[in-house]
Antibody, heavy 123, light 106 residues
Framework: QVQLVESGGGVVQPGGSLRLSCAAS????????MHWVRQAPGKGLEWVAF????????YYADSVKGRFTISRDNSKNTLYLQMNSLRAEDTAVYYC????????????????WGKGTTVTVSS | EIVMTQSPATLSVSPGERATLSCRAS??????LAWYQQKPGQAPRLLIYGASTRATGIPARFSGSGSGTEFTLTISSLQSEDFAVYYCQQYNNWFTFGPGTKVDIK
């Protein structure tokens, strides 16, 4: 079955870095765009980043632009989120999510979600 | 940026009753609107996309309607497993979520 499993979360000091991973299985990973979405404690959902199926185009929310980098390794069926210059307001559960459309440049909605990984930015 | 609003913030409903949730966009998103359900400690689950198309495996008691700036999610007869938070999301111009509506037991 289609599955997404995030890892790499943890506690990091303000200004620090962390890299999240998302292992995909059960579908042709290289054919679909992928998203990262986050949820701060007790808050709603916030879209973070999207990457095209082949990794050639990437899009970011203004709140993370210049600090976060989304990437993918289609040979390993894995999505990444490199997070630098972390701030307290980046504290959240980070979900990776699959876009339902194949081979397109833009994203749509999220049809499959992982269980999330928790990032805490605190001194 | 397209801003999404949802009302009410909390909806108290008895099992078996109908629930109607609203979502409004600050500008037209055509039919590029999705609904998600999230239970405590779980990831969101896609319910509706294209404003009115149920996702795979979603029961028929869930229905979506609307276009442009006004959208509705209706749960025809609430079951115990439906008490959760519901989010709308537009994907017409980037991606933004509404703040959510919590459906709890009356």
């Amino acid at each position: 079955q289609v599955q997404l499993v995030e890892s790499g979360g943890g506690v990091v000091q303000p200004g620090g870095s962390l890299r999240l991973s998302c292992a995909a299985s059960g579908f042709t990973f290289s054919s679909y765009g992928m998203h990262w979405v986050r949820q701060a404690p007790g808050k709603g959902l916030e879209w973070v980043a999207f990457i095209r199926y082949d990794g050639s185009n990437k899009y970011y929310a203004d709140s993370v632009k210049g600090r976060f980098t989304i990437s993918r390794d289609n040979s390993k069926n894995t999505l990444y989120l490199q997070m630098n210059s972390l701030r307290a307001e980046d504290t959240a559960v980070y979900y990776c999510a699959k876009d339902p459309k194949q081979w397109l440049d833009r994203g749509y909605y999220m049809d499959v979600w992982g269980k999330g990984t928790t990032v805490t930015v605190s001194s | 940026e397209i801003v999404m609003t949802q009302s009410p913030a909390t909806l108290s409903v008895s099992p078996g009753e109908r629930a109607t949730l609203s979502c409004r966009a600050s500008q037209s998103v055509s039919s590029n609107l999705a609904w998600y359900q999230q239970k405590p400690g779980q990831a969101p689950r896609l319910l509706i996309y294209g404003a009115s198309t149920r996702a795979t495996g979603i029961p028929a008691r869930f229905s979506g309607s609307g276009s442009g700036t006004e959208f509705t999610l209706t749960i025809s007869s609430l079951q115990s497993e439906d008490f959760a938070v519901y989010y709308c999301q537009q994907y017409n111009n980037w991606f933004t979520f509404g703040p959510g509506t919590k459906v709890d037991i009356k």
